[in-house]
C-alpha cells in the first residue's frame, strides 16, 4: 500500500502516471491531502483524499509518494505534520518518491536523500524499491549492535 500526498493544484497528469504505476504493480493507493475533503489538481478535478496528512502516519504504509506544487512545498515545509511524516517515512526505511517540491519538506525536516529517495517520474525504481526496505539507509540513522 502506497500513500500519494497531494496538495492543492498537484499536476494531474503526474498523480495520474504515479498512480497507475502503482495500481499496474497490483498496490494499492492511498491518497493522502492535508485536509479531510481532498483537492483540486491542476485540471480543476477534485481528487477525494482517503485521509488527511496529520491523520494518516507513514507508518502505515509500505511506501510513500508525493506530487505537490511548489507553493505546497514551501508551506508543508513549515508544517510539523508534513515533517513528521516525510521524517518517519525515512526513519522506516520506506522508499519515497518526493518531487522537487517534496524536497522543501525533506529539507526541513533533516532529512538527507540517499538511494532510497526517488523522483517521481521514476516510476520503475520506485516500485521496485517500495516493494521493501531502504535497509542501507538504516546504518546512517541509528546504531546497529
Known amino acids: ?22 495500481e499496474a504493480a497490483k498496490a494499492t493507493v492511498k ?6 475533503g481532498g ?3 491542476s485540471d480543476g478535478t477534485h481528487l477525494p483524499a482517503d485521509a488527511q496528512l496529520a491523520g494518516a502516519p507513514s ?3 509500505d511506501a510513500v509518494a508525493s506530487s505537490i506544487p511548489m507553493a505546497a ?9 508534513a515533517q513528521d511524516w516525510f521524517r518517519d517515512a525515512f526513519g522506516h526505511l520506506k522508499a519515497i518518491a518526493a518531487c522537487k517540491a517534496t524536497h522543501l519538506v525533506l529539507e ?10 526517488f523522483d ?4 520503475g525504481s520506485f516500485i521496485e524499491a517500495a516493494q521493501t526496505r531502504q535497509w542501507e539507509r538504516e546504518r546512517s540513522l541509528r546504531a546497529l549492535a
Open 1 to 22: 500500500c502506497v500513500a500519494l500526498l497531494v496538495d492543492e493544484g498537484s499536476n494531474a497528469k503526474n498523480v495520474a502516471a504515479m498512480r497507475k504505476a502503482i
Open 73 to 81: 512545498g514551501e508551506r508543508l515545509s513549515k508544517d510539523s505534520a
Open 120 to 123: 517521481p517520474s521514476d516510476t
Open 39 to 41: 483537492v483540486t489538481l
Open 31 to 36: 491518497i493522502i491531502a492535508p485536509k479531510v
Open 108 to 117: 526541513s525536516a533533516g532529512v538527507k536523500p540517499d538511494a532510497g529517495v
Open 59 to 61: 507508518a502505515q504504509f
